[in-house]
């Protein structure tokens, strides 16, 4: 029986092939298009050709050459030097002038490895070329997975670059409201089955792509609480491009292993963000809590995420208690409720919106005093290069960034003037050199953390107007809650101790706009 594994060669010598096939009762070929050579479990054809030698259906195989036949050289000398042996099949590889029921003892234990070995040592160092040119491609940003995300299209001009999938996108942006409203994972893919949107795998097929996926999916083809959560912590929807999350364990093994997430490559703004960051940062931190909805409702309790025991730093959890037909609905420390241990820190529901909504009118009121200074972000242009120049922090650490500077270049005079030797010279310049460095990564640092609070607090603009109209017919929403306050603390005796977002953002906004009416000149950057 003639059995090649892959690809059968109209060059190979007719005599030899009539040789190799003059006692065969049938021939039988089996491919495996598109497979990979470095390993045998994988490949369909293979296995079939293995389960008709394993039921004594063959006794001979004839491949072009040994490359064909397999890649991995320790698998392939088990199976011609063991297996095929042990049922009795002669093995022929014709380009390579082997054939089992001739070859001597020399082909067999040298020629036989040596070229099997030349073989897998191709496949690896394909395997190590590809790995270096796609962490190059992901350093650049550029996306490499066969199908992009779900809200995102490849882009039909470049198939490294990705973007926005309207009615997809919609979607997400809808996923993340719903969240923010304190709506629960479970609810929110039971709310997107009951509006009959597909689920990211089947609209992908729906779309016509041949979509494949690593994950377990659902034979029915619903929405579940995990599919969702993968969508809410996916930080490809504020437009950066995350990628290397797993690694194959080697070229001969398919399995994939998660990396940590230090190790995962980032890059910034490669796309078109669907989701604001902030408004990815909320939700994030909504996640790191007990979301499940409450009783009777698809949300969680309205301060969810928020609020804090001031004395143990545990979340307070809602409870209601009913008598006489009323029922008193309260917040309490969930240390204590569990009984172990902490104070009664405690505080009824509506006094606690009541006090919220106050303070969130008074903020709004002190953001929209803050015209000047939100001119005078406008006027940055967008870039920040002015904001840098008058940042008090970035200024003084370009001070001290330029007085090392200095002394690094004085040192090459001192050493021509004799004042230093050699010795001094190299150990001081290491020194200041290192310094130099350390201060232009805070340097950047510092203005990476100016940018994102000026771009948070020109995000609050945007949406001041909506929030000061929500304030002001005395409804607090979730969505206004969880935008505008980042943590609440309940002391003992009722105390409320409100921690809003943004407060920096105009702290450094008020600062930057006092600096810039000064004379700041002479204070350069890097």
Known sequence: MTLPCEEKSKSIEKSKCSKAKSNCIKDSVYIDD????????????????????????????????????????????????KIFPAFNVRFIAVTDNYDSLYAVQADTSLVLPVKNFVNDSYCQDISVKVRVCQKAKRLEGKCISAFAPYGYLKDPDNKNHLVVDKYAAGIVAKIFKW??????????????????????????????????????????????????????????????????????????????????????????????????????????????YDGRSSAGTDKAN???????????????????NKYKGRQKVFYICQTKNQSRGCTRHSIPEEMLKNIVLKEIVFFTGLMASYSDVLDFVKQTDLDYKKAMEYDVQTVMLTREYNRYYNLKNGLLSDLKAGLADREEF?????????????????????????????????????????????????????????????????????????????????????????????????????
């Not at 369909?44 to 050459?65: E, L, N, T």
């Not at 969810?304 to 307070?316: K, S, T, V």
Request: hydrophobic share 35%; charged share 30%; with cysteine.
């Open 179 to 288: 969240k923010m409203e304190g709506m629960s994972l479970l609810a929110v893919a039971n709310k997107l089955d009951s509006l009959g949107i597909l689920p990211p795998a089947e609209y992908k097929k729906m779309a016509g792509l041949k979509y494949q996926t690593g994950f377990k999916t659902a034979k029915t083809g619903k929405w579940s609480a995990v599919s969702v959560k993968r969508i809410l912590t996916d930080r490809v929807y504020t437009g950066d491009m995350v990628q290397g999350k797993r690694e194959k364990i080697s070229y001969k093994v398919k399995k994939r292993i998660i990396k940590p997430e230090d190790e995962w490559i980032y890059v910034k703004n490669t796309h078109e963000a669907v989701i604001p960051r902030i408004d990815f940062d909320i939700v994030q931190e909504l996640l790191m």
């Open 302 to 320: 309205f301060f969810c995420g928020i609020l804090f025991c001031e004395g143990c730093g545990a979340p307070m959890v809602k409870r209601i």
């Open 34 to 81: 598109g497979y990979s050579g470095a390993s045998f479990d994988d490949r369909p054809g293979f296995q079939k050709m293995m389960s008709d030698i394993y039921a004594r259906k063959a006794d001979c195989v004839i491949v072009k050459d040994l490359s064909r036949f397999g890649r991995d050289y320790i698998e392939a000398g088990r199976f011609i030097q």
């Open 426 to 526: 190299e150990e001081f310049n290491h020194i200041y050199e290192n310094r130099c460095k350390e201060l232009e990564k805070k340097i950047e640092s510092q203005r990476e953390m100016t940018k994102n609070l000026l771009n948070n607090i020109t995000l609050a603009e945007s949406r001041l107007e909506k929030f000061r109209e929500t304030a002001e017919t005395g409804e607090l929403t979730r969505e206004l809650l969880v935008t505008m306050v980042k943590k609440i603390y309940i002391y003992k005796g009722k105390k409320v101790d409100i921690l809003f977002r943004f407060v920096n953002g105009l702290e450094k906004s008020g600062m930057l706009s006092q600096i810039a009416n000064t004379d700041v000149s002479g204070q350069g950057v890097v």
